[in-house]
């Protein structure tokens, strides 16, 4: 079975640390994503990645960036925490790139719930 | 841009009922329309999925969903809904060509009363 684990589950952090989310996927996928879930807003792409090194803004950006050393490991940096990023952060892989006609499915981890006082 | 439309925020429903979660998109071409399920603390499963051919497509769980062009809808269905089914659902539309951006829509929370 695919697994992708997150390092925390929870995390509480104050306004203007720099906050380190970290992913691991254990099935050598090629794409990495990150994304907030709040209610009545869905679930929302901050980046993703498609390989190593290679990174792609999603549709929130801003007052995030993330890094992609290693194929199976993509980390969300908050750079300086503020308040209106306490969230749900999800991390996902797929085993795809792009240019391809088929699309993988993505396989998810359990989350990172992070409150910023 | 493709968008992704989930009228109901809340259902609830009793055991052993039927169950259809509705879900609209937006997109030009011919889109990929998943379903993924959301159990509390849990992070999202995929249900099933659809990217062409038979309109009917069969998912895991007993759920089974009916890709209608003209309607742009996707809706999700069981003939019998179970305790356990209670969750979170989703439904999202990627754009065809093998891009790997996906649009989800803001999910349908249900309810299972006994």
Known sequence: DVKVTQSSRYLVKRTGEKVF???????????MFWYRQDPGLGLRLI?????????????????????????ERFSLILESASTNQTSMYLCASSGQGMGTTRYNEQFFGPGTRLTVL | AQSVTQPDIHITVSEGASLELRCNYSYGATPYLFWYVQSPGQGLQLLLKYFSGDTLVQGIKGF?????????????????????DAAEYFCAVARSG?????????????QVIP
């Open chain 2, 64 to 84: 089974e969903a009916e890709f209608k062009r003209s309607q742009s809808s996707f809706n999700l269905r069981k003939p019998s809904v179970h305790w356990s």
């Open chain 1, 47 to 71: 980046y993703f990645s498609y390989d190593v090194k290679m990174k792609e803004k999603g549709d929130i950006p801003e007052g995030y960036s993330v890094s992609r050393e290693k194929k």
């Open chain 1, 21 to 31: 989310l970290e992913c691991v996927q254990d099935m050598d996928h090629e794409n």
């Open chain 2, 98 to 110: 093998g891009y790997q951006k996906v649009t989800f829509g803001i999910g349908t929370k249900l």
